[in-house]
């Protein structure tokens, strides 16, 4: 896969390539993901060096949840948003005197249709799916 820009529509383009590629392939990335977000992060998306460290910068138990996170999202192809704000005035006057936050929010539910092919229960065909958005948030926050 070629690398994306860290924007919103990178991250579509990414998740375009990979829900249209093999089975085979999503798995790779979901291992790619789990074993290491900023290696992963890092051959998909082009990232300024600061932005390399601040990701190294993070907790490990924070890196993990979101690896599991994503993983998740790609395992059941759900959609993936990426907040950043990124508004240049705003960012270069915060720069000094605020702090990078980043946290995701996840929203999972599964559901469970029954379709009774005839009347017998040995028959009963049985669709499960899984509903859900992941939304990655990086702001800054006044310190």
């Known amino acids: 896969m070629k690398k994306n820009q860290f924007n919103q529509e990178g991250v579509q383009l990414w998740l375009q390539q990979l829900y249209n590629s093999t089975v085979e392939n999503q798995m790779m ?24 460290a601040y990701i190294e910068s993070l907790p490990a138990d924070f890196k993990q949840n979101l690896a599991q996170e994503i993983a998740f999202t790609i395992n059941n192809q759900l ?12 960012t270069s006057t915060l ?3 605020s702090v990078k936050v ?8 599964q559901s469970a249709t029954d379709e009774a092919a005839t009347s ?3 028959d009963e065909v049985i669709t499960r799916g899984c509903e859900g958005h992941l ?5 800054y926050k006044l310190i």
């Open 95 to 97: 720069a000094r005197d």
């Open 120 to 122: 017998t229960l040995t």
């Open 79 to 90: 959609d993936i948003t990426l907040d950043k704000k990124t508004d240049a005035e705003t």
């Open 29 to 52: 990335e979901q291992n790619l993901i789990l074993n290491s977000l900023l290696s992963w992060a890092i051959s998909r998306f082009e990232f300024a060096e600061d932005q390399i």
């Open 135 to 139: 939304t990655i948030r990086i702001y």
């Open 102 to 109: 980043s946290e995701y929010e996840a929203s999972k539910s």
